[in-house]
């Protein structure tokens, strides 16, 4: 296997908005991110993925991008993006922005232009259809509700939008368009940022064809997924990006790919494919999932996630790599979606799943607050929301699908809300994210969970957070070591080994609060052990053959 700067490298994503407010007008901003890199130096990360910090009216909370060389009021200026870039330099610390081109904001000039007329230059840089009998082309329904389709009374044809109908699509069968993106792409990187992560880039390619979607039961729209995920021209389109504005820099690049299967993942991460770096795939954040998606959730299996992330780590053993991430802007805390967010097991299943995720082949991700163990929040009332997403689910899904009760179950449970509540940095008010009022409500729990608090505690999640980062540089087994699963079929114990050459780690993880016995499969023979890293106080001399665990315990052995 090829060695690389990136999959040697911890990620840590900031979410701009709800990260740090330098001015105190309850917005996050890039002078808040500049005030905290010495706080993320001292964590050990190397990478800052920067969700998108450009001009956006913010339907989308800034994936609806109308200027993609400027920055958003909000969060600054051009110069404070360059301060901070020099800065996080300064640090050691990379930039990998946020790449959302599969559409724009329908505020964009592109769009504005597009829509004027049928004979307009900009026309083709969108995708607009003529109506079928009176309809929409398609029967497809929208991400966030509703057709993909919006009427527009100027020139009478509907365009597409995958999304909001305030983020057209873009028509990436238009080559001008394309040069477009890498001409914009190739100005961040010539600025010194280090990459992109790529927002919905497998959706990029549609079949042009349009065919009707399928309709399940009880849904008004169809689903046209099959259509736009993963299309015809994908890899093309991406071999194309990588040569005309990737190629000439050494970047660290990952897809979002809902949909993606293995197979296609080293499809677009193969080493010698000239596309991507790694994708993240959706398959374990879809556990649980019930008729309506993640609004009406189900418990999900341990044994199920250990499939998905088996099959995932030994697809791309040896071509490939994987990005690892329990928790993201999209997705619920990672505490209270994986472990136990109750007093009791917070802060221990907190650095159980950290473990578990960190000792796996891959650049691993953490979401801010995810390292001071942040957790889900429930909001009372529906205006304390602020996501479009949630916003359009509940009015949807009180439509007559479900009651309010259970969509608010839904909502505390897997709102992209979750993500999005201020760090918590103090016990202050407002959690020291700003002296204003903030965007979003902060989490209730912020005077006794937040980053002042854990830095001051030698025992806390965050300093298990630097020990796990701090391993990973010293171990190269961390970051290349073969995968290989133990105890396949249980429901609470999570363990794997780790193997490089006549070296291998044990790793052992209990997902219960029960008190499980692991046993040592006879297959492991060794001669020394030394207990890395684990949670609880353990006995290092203890005999590994068989260990009953405490709940969400978690140990890591280096075995010779």
Not at 315 to 327: Q, R
Request: with cysteine; aromatic share 14%.
């Amino acid at each position: 296997m090829n060695k690389a700067w990136w999959k040697e490298s911890v990620i840590y994503q900031v979410y701009p908005r709800s990260f740090h407010d330098s001015n105190g007008d309850g917005i996050g901003d890039l002078n808040g991110i500049t005030a905290k890199l010495s706080y993320l130096k001292e964590l050990g990360i190397d990478v800052i993925w920067l969700s998108p910090v450009f001009k956006s009216p913010n339907d989308d909370n800034g994936y609806d991008i109308s200027d993609y060389r400027d920055i958003m009021d909000e969060f600054g200026t051009m110069k404070d993006f360059d301060r901070m870039l020099e800065t996080a330099h300064q640090h050691g610390i990379k930039i990998m922005m946020d790449l959302v081109v599969n559409h724009s904001s329908d505020e964009h000039q592109w769009f504005k232009e597009s829509r004027k007329s049928k004979d307009n230059p900009y026309r083709d840089y969108y995708i607009w259809k003529e109506s079928v009998n009176g309809e929409p082309p398609t029967n497809w329904g929208a991400a966030f509700g509703g057709s993909v389709w919006e009427f527009d009374e100027q020139t009478e044809e509907y365009y597409l939008h995958l999304f909001s109908k305030k983020q057209p699509d873009l028509n990436w069968e238009n080559p001008t368009l394309r040069e477009e993106v890498y001409e914009m792409m190739r100005f961040w990187l010539e600025k010194g940022i280090d990459g992109f992560r790529m927002d919905v880039i497998n959706f990029i390619s549609k079949d042009t064809s349009y065919p009707q979607g399928k309709v399940t039961e009880g849904l008004k729209y169809g689903n046209g997924s099959k259509y736009f995920r993963n299309g015809p021209r994908i890899h093309e389109f991406l071999r194309e990006m990588n040569k005309e504005a990737l190629s000439n820099y050494d970047t660290i690049t990952v897809g979002e790919m809902p949909g993606v299967t293995v197979e296609e993942g080293k499809l677009y991460t193969g080493e010698n494919r000239n596309e991507l770096n790694m994708v993240f795939h959706f398959e374990h954040v879809g556990l649980g999932d019930g008729k309506f998606g993640k609004w009406d959730p189900n418990p999900w299996k341990l044994t199920e996630l250990k499939e998905i992330f088996t099959k995932w780590q030994k697809g791309l053993e040896k071509d490939g790599w994987n990005s690892l991430y329990w928790s993201n802007h999209d997705q619920p805390r990672a505490i209270s979606r994986w472990g136990n967010d109750s007093e009791q097991y917070r802060e221990i299943s907190g650095k159980m799943i950290a473990t578990c995720l960190h000792m796996l082949q891959g650049s691993p991700y953490i979401y801010q607050g995810e390292e001071i163990g942040m957790t889900n929040v429930k909001f009372e009332n529906i205006s304390e929301y602020r996501d479009i997403e949630t916003l359009n689910a509940y009015r949807d899904l009180t439509d007559g699908s479900l009651s309010h009760e259970e969509t608010f179950k839904g909502i505390h449970e897997r709102s992209r809300d979750n993500a999005r509540t201020p760090v918590q940095w103090n016990a202050s008010p407002n959690a020291g994210f700003t002296t204003g009022t903030p965007w979003i409500s902060v989490n209730p729990n912020y005077k006794t969970i937040n980053a002042e608090a854990v830095l001051k505690d030698g025992n806390s999640i965050f300093h298990y957070y630097k020990k796990l980062i701090q391993l990973r540089k010293e171990n190269e087994i961390i970051v290349y070591g073969s995968y290989d699963l133990l105890m396949e079929n249980d429901e609470q114990i999570y363990a794997f080994t780790r193997t490089l050459g006549n070296e291998k780690l044990l790793v052992i993880c209990n997902f219960s609060q029960e008190y499980p016995e692991f046993t040592l499969p006879a297959t492991i023979q060794f001669s020394e052990k030394e207990l890395l890293v684990s949670n609880y106080e353990a006995d290092a001399e203890q005999s590994i053959k068989n260990i009953v665990l405490k709940p969400y315990e978690a140990r890591v052995y280096r075995l010779k």
